[in-house]
């Protein structure tokens, strides 16, 4: 059975869950998005570091810790990025460090979006 975390993350009105969890997972999805329901579109660093950091207070929410994160799956949108990502990810992450897919995409679902990531972890 799925059960919803309340992770305090906004609504930003589409049709699902920040996070669920179920026979022992957790499961959640983000970008960068902000407090107020708003996607961060600036710098690259801004919208990864936001990112990570709605994983983190998602994490928390689910009384979880990045620790219990089995995989990342990452869409990016510029390859130039990789870099910034790969420190950036450093700061959330330690070793051994989860099972990761990089994935270079042409756009996501809001113009200016570089970053959405995709989390399966132990619940």
Excluded at 28 to 33: F, I, L, S
Excluded at 64 to 86: A, F, R
Aim: no cysteine; glycine share 8%.
């Amino acid at each position: 059975m799925r059960k919803v975390i309340d992770t305090g993350l906004p609504d930003i009105g589409q049709p699902f869950s920040w996070a669920t969890q179920g026979g022992g997972m957790l499961f959640t999805a983000h970008g960068p998005v902000r407090a107020d329901g708003s996607i961060e579109t600036g710098a690259p660093e801004k919208q990864i570091t936001l990112t990570f950091d709605n994983l983190a207070q998602t994490l928390k929410a689910a009384n979880s810790h990045s620790d219990n994160v089995l995989q990342v799956i990452i869409y990016l949108t510029d390859v130039n990025d990789v870099k910034l990502l790969d420190d950036i990810y450093l700061e959330y992450f330690n070793y051994p460090y989860p099972n990761r897919s990089t994935v270079i995409v042409e756009k996501l679902v809001v113009p200016g979006m570089k970053i959405e990531i995709t989390v399966s972890a132990i619940a």
